[in-house]
């Protein structure tokens, strides 16, 4: 089995996995942004989007891959 940090599809410094509701159920959608601000900007946004309509979003984990943590 891979590691988590192995299937993180992209290049940017930090990554957030965001489960929302679905009609069926959950699904998944991402932040990322290369700064701290850029992706803190992605996250609001983001979120919003989801809670707009009314899908109940949620962080589930945050990865800052310069270090390979997890927060």
């Given at each position: 089995?891979?590691?988590d940090l192995d299937i993180v599809?992209?290049?940017f410094r930090y990554h957030a996995e965001i489960q929302y509701e679905t009609e069926h159920?959950?699904?998944f959608t991402n932040a990322k942004g290369n700064t701290l601000k850029?992706?803190?900007e992605d996250l609001q946004w983001?979120?919003?989007k989801y809670i707009k309509n009314s899908r109940?979003?949620?962080v589930v984990e945050i990865i800052d891959m310069k270090y390979f943590q997890k927060k």
């Open positions: 089995m891979k590691d599809n992209h290049d159920g959950f699904g850029g992706f803190l983001t979120l919003n109940d979003p949620k």
